[in-house]
């Protein structure tokens, strides 16, 4: 069975910053993108950043410029940078990936649990 597992979140003042981390394990073959996306109280869960396996990333507007998403391929693991966080940037955030496992031959995909931020004095 996949798992995605996040850690890494915590309490931060404004202008602090966080690394996130995300290791998948289990039976797999295969992972295509890997991302993170985040939830705030009250609002829908949006893109945060995304990654594909040949390191092409995308930015939501509003963390470009002040998080860094990278990954390594040979562990299966996904981080995000946080730097110069604002309250704004408070939220859960989820660990994604598309991939694909031993047992078949599509991409599907895959949620963490979630981590929280909260960027507060």
């Known amino acids: 069975q996949v798992q995605l597992v996040e850690s890494g979140g915590g309490l931060v003042q404004p202008g602090g910053s966080l690394t996130l981390s995300c290791a998948a394990s289990?039976?797999?073959?295969?992972?295509?993108?890997m991302g993170w996306y985040r939830q705030a109280p009250g609002k829908q869960r949006e893109l945060v950043a995304t990654i594909t396996r040949g390191d092409s990333t995308n930015y939501a507007g509003s963390v470009k410029g002040h998080f860094t998403i990278s990954r390594d391929n040979a562990i299966n693991t996904v981080y995000l940078q946080m730097n110069s966080l604002k309250p704004e940037d408070t939220a859960v955030y989820y660990c994604?990936?598309?991939?694909?496992?031993?047992?078949?031959?599509?991409?599907?995909?895959?949620w963490g649990q979630g981590t929280q931020v909260t960027v507060s004095s």
């Open positions: 289990g039976r797999i073959l295969s992972i295509a993108t």
């Open positions: 994604y990936a598309s991939l694909m496992e031993t047992s078949n031959s599509i991409y599907r995909a895959y």
